[in-house]
């Protein structure tokens, strides 16, 4: 099992940047893929990016592909959103996500078992 817990959200301007962090609690950090989620209000939770165990293979939404980057650093069980060139439209709370298991569609929110409690980003224009 593991505990997550976000961190580095808050109020930015369009064009800012900001880097979320996720430390997650637990022995087998490295042994798990990780992804980021956002939900706005009145929308659906959306899949942001995904990293694999070892950090050599991510993937990233159309919306997010160019200006966001999902790393990991396993010594340190943490896992961190690098978002560049934010616009308004990037508000959210943004969740870190940790599955040991999955098909290959880490794309789905429903891949994942364990969830962080979510941090906001709010973008102004």
């Known amino acids: 099992q593991v505990q997550l817990v976000e961190s580095g959200g808050g109020l930015v301007q369009a064009g800012d940047s900001l880097r979320l962090s996720c430390a997650a609690s637990g022995r087998t950090f490295s042994s798990y893929v990780m992804g980021w989620f956002r939900q706005a209000p009145g929308k659906e939770r959306e899949f942001v990016a995904h990293?694999?165990?070892?950090?050599?293979?991510?993937n990233y939404a159309d919306s997010v592909k160019g200006r966001f980057t999902i790393s990991r650093d396993n010594a340190k069980s943490t896992v961190y959103l690098q978002m560049n060139s934010l616009k308004p439209e990037d508000t959210a709370v943004y969740y870190c996500a940790a599955t040991l298991a999955g098909n290959g569609r880490y794309y789905l929110d429903a891949q994942y078992n364990y969830w962080g409690q979510g941090t906001q980003v709010t973008v102004s224009s």
């Open positions: 990293i694999n165990w070892s950090g050599g293979f991510a």
